[in-house]
């Protein structure tokens, strides 16, 4: 049983195009987050949700929007992609906060802009 | 500002032999560490963690030591198996217990020699 799974794992497209990216956990879990991580293997916190509400929302272009149906799905979508964006996306779940529990992480997408 | 480095990209070791893989950190007021693991083509994966409370916790053939002297942290696995080949990453929590975030380290490589 998968416990946090995104869809699609590959992603390509044309720079312009709008795109989004699933996310579900089947945990439980309070929290949930997206990261991005370069070809460098860096890995950098986006947005994180509890329950719904938007917590955290780090300096990103706000091409990029999170939308939270319910506590358990956080779905990122893209507005006119760029070369830069380019990356592996993943999302992430917590019980809590996630300041005193593990977060769980999906498999990623793997996204490409040609 | 906040960071966490790792001291080596790349660390081989013998099948069998012991690996440890160290981080530095900058927050001294980090109070929760965790060490990921990321196979290829995979996300993180939990290894095991340590509150500042702590100097060492011990898993299954895992061991992490905390030196909040010198703001330090290292995994240690034992007996090291192919199967440990990876990409090994720490991460601290910092900020307040509803903001907080998970910062990651650069990442270690370790290769598993047969």
């Known amino acids: 049983d998968t416990a946090v799974s995104q869809t699609p794992k590959y992603l390509v497209t044309q720079m312009g195009n709008d795109k989004s990216i699933k996310c579900e956990q089947n945990l439980g879990h309070d929290t949930m987050y997206w990261y991005k991580q370069d070809s460098k293997k860096f890995l950098k916190i986006m947005f994180s949700?509890?329950?719904?509400?938007?917590?955290i929302n780090e300096t990103v272009p706000n091409r990029f929007s999170p939308k939270s149906p319910d506590k358990a799905h956080l779905n990122l979508h893209i507005n006119s992609l760029e070369l830069g964006d380019s990356a592996v996306y993943f999302c992430?779940?917590?019980?809590?906060?996630?300041?005193?529990?593990?977060?769980?992480f999906g498999d990623g997408t793997r996204l490409s802009i040609l | 500002g906040e960071s966490v480095g790792l001291h080596l990209p790349t660390l081989s070791v013998q099948e069998g032999d012991n690996s440890i893989i160290n981080c530095a950190y900058s927050?001294?007021?980090?109070?929760?560490f965790i060490w990921y693991k990321q196979e290829s083509g995979k996300g993180p994966q939990f290894i095991i963690d340590?509150?500042?409370?702590?100097d060492k916790r011990q898993g299954q053939r895992v061991t992490v030591l905390l030196n909040k002297t010198v703001k330090h942290l290292s995994l240690q696995i034992a007996a090291t198996q192919p199967g440990d080949s990876a990409v090994y990453f720490c991460a601290e929590i910092v900020g307040s217990s509803n903001t907080g975030k998970l910062i990651f380290g650069q990442g270690t490589t370790l290769q598993v020699k047969p």
């Open positions: 992430a779940s917590s019980s809590g906060t996630g300041t005193t529990q593990p977060q769980h």
């Open positions: 927050n001294s007021a980090s109070d929760y």
């Open positions: 949700y509890n329950n719904k509400e938007l917590i």
């Open positions: 340590i509150r500042s409370n702590m």
